[in-house]
């Protein structure tokens, strides 16, 4: 399993801008399809963005797309989500997740086996 550390959460007003990190301790970390999922209260978790194995695809939820934006450096073995135009509905704890076999991009938390503890970002109306 990977080991995955998220950073970056906070509060911030609706309009404002965070960016989340995910830091991976792993030294294949270029075999890992990576993703971000978030968690309301009360709400199953969801699929937020995904990132293929060589950072040439990438996916997102409708409710983000034109707002996030995820990345990945296979050097420094992280992944990143720049996150604009912050609505209340985006307040969730966000987390970074890996997935070794998955095809390739996926939105199915059932597909990712390591998970980091997450971060809160709040964004207030």
């Known amino acids: 399993q990977v080991q995955l550390v998220e950073s970056g959460g906070g509060l911030v007003q609706a309009g404002g801008s965070l960016r989340l990190s995910c830091a991976a301790s792993v030294r294949t970390f270029s075999l890992y399809v990576m993703g971000w999922f978030r968690q309301a209260p009360g709400k199953e978790r969801e699929f937020v963005a995904g990132v293929s194995r060589d950072a040439g695809t990438t996916n997102y939820a409708d409710s983000v797309k034109g707002r996030f934006t995820i990345s990945r450096d296979n050097v420094k073995n992280t992944i990143s989500l720049q996150m604009n135009s912050l609505k209340p509905e985006d307040t969730a704890v966000y987390y970074c997740?890996?997935?070794?076999?998955?095809?390739?991009?996926?939105?199915?938390?059932?597909?990712?086996?390591?998970w980091g503890p997450g971060t809160q970002v709040t964004a207030s109306s």
């Open positions: 997740a890996a997935s070794r076999f998955a095809y390739g991009v996926t939105s199915r938390v059932s597909e990712f086996d390591s």
